[in-house]
């Protein structure tokens, strides 16, 4: 079974700071990462996904990760944070074979002080 | 554009109610799933399908059935609502191992 632990319940960070959003997940079979952002009163958007390849991967909004197989992470950067990214961030890994739905984290809630 | 749509927004039902909760998708995807989504915990997988009247279980199954008659339509069933049920559900749809794509949201209360 798989299963996903996000460190940090919340993070605040100053506007134009960077930040890091911590993800370690576990399995016993090779996996797919994802990351997805809920904005207040809103549904799940993709930022980014790892299927296979560049252990780097590249997201919208400026958001990148990047996968460590031997660490179990899969960590969301972004070098510099505005306002808009105030947003829960849920980092997922696939169940079984991608179709199979997800097992998502707790979430972290990205906290943009101006 | 891509679109999941869920019947609700918002539903209050009464403890002992039939609740049906719709999904759609417009995507011809063949995954489709449902979520609960509750403060603290993230997101629970209660049931999935991968074709017209399949479906398999997921993390929290116990109380809900789901009924996937056509390919484009997902339904969650709460066969005797309870309280512990007050939730946000989410449906998704995906290609297999592909992007999923969520619905707004039900915000169910169940008093």
């Known amino acids: 079974a798989q299963s996903v632990t996000q460190l940090d319940s919340q993070v605040p960070v100053f506007e134009e700071a960077p930040v890091e959003l911590r993800c370690n997940y576990s399995?016993?079979?090779?996996?797919?990462l994802f990351w997805y952002v809920q904005y207040p009163n809103q549904g799940l958007q993709l930022l980014l996904k790892?299927?296979?390849?560049?252990?780097l991967v590249k997201g919208i909004n400026g958001f990148e990760a990047e996968f460590n197989k031997s660490q179990t992470s899969f960590h969301l950067r972004k070098p510099s944070v505005h306002i808009s990214d105030t947003a829960e961030y849920f980092c997922a890994v696939s169940r079984g074979g991608g179709a199979d739905g997800l097992t998502f984290g707790k979430g972290t809630h990205l906290i943009i002080q101006p | 554009d891509v679109k999941v749509t869920q019947s609700s927004r918002y539903l209050v039902k009464r403890t002992g109610e039939k609740v049906f909760l719709e999904c759609v998708q417009d995507m011809d995807h063949e995954n489709m799933f449902w979520y609960r989504q509750d403060p603290g915990l993230g997101l629970r997988l209660i049931y999935f399908s991968y074709d017209v009247k399949m479906k398999e279980k997921g993390d929290i199954p116990e109380g809900y059935s789901v009924s996937r008659e056509k390919k484009e339509r997902f339904s969650l069933i709460l066969e005797s609502a309870s309280t512990n049920q007050t939730s946000m559900y989410l449906c998704?749809?995906?290609?297999?191992?592909?992007?999923?794509?969520f619905g707004q949201g039900t915000r169910l209360t169940v008093v």
């Open positions: 998704a749809s995906s290609l297999r191992q592909g992007k999923a794509f």
């Open positions: 399995s016993s079979v090779s996996v797919y």
């Open positions: 790892y299927l296979s390849g560049s252990t």
